[in-house]
């Protein structure tokens, strides 16, 4: 069974940080283009990274481009997303997905005060 499910949302004040994982089974990440999106309540989903191992790219969205960074761990399976300098703007439901079509769950990030 293809699967990813995102972890390590939560709640976390505005300047601060948080780390989401994104976990693979039944496939190999670094196969596929992976990417980060979110949705906020009320609007539409949004692509925040999108990352290929093949060629070492990783593309950001201009509105989180120098605070989050995508990274991958091959041997856990696991992609990464560091989320700093948190705004309250970030406030969404995070998912990641693979090239093949799958998609997670998703984790609730919310930054508020």
């Known amino acids: 069974q293809l699967q990813l499910v995102e972890s390590g949302g939560g709640l976390v004040q505005p300047g601060g940080s948080l780390t989401l994982s994104c976990a693979a089974s039944?496939?190999?990440?670094?196969?596929?283009?992976i990417g980060w999106f979110r949705q906020a309540p009320g609007k539409e989903r949004e692509g925040v990274s999108c990352d290929s191992s093949r060629d070492g790219s990783t593309y950001y969205a201009d509105s989180v481009k120098g605070r989050f960074t995508a990274s991958r761990d091959n041997a856990k399976n696991t992609l990464y997303l560091q989320m700093n300098s948190l705004k309250p703007e970030d406030t969404a439901l995070y998912y990641c997905?693979?090239?093949?079509?799958?998609w997670g769950q998703g984790t609730q990030v919310t930054v508020s005060s």
């Open positions: 997905a693979a090239s093949q079509g799958s």
């Open positions: 039944g496939f190999i990440l670094d196969y596929y283009i």
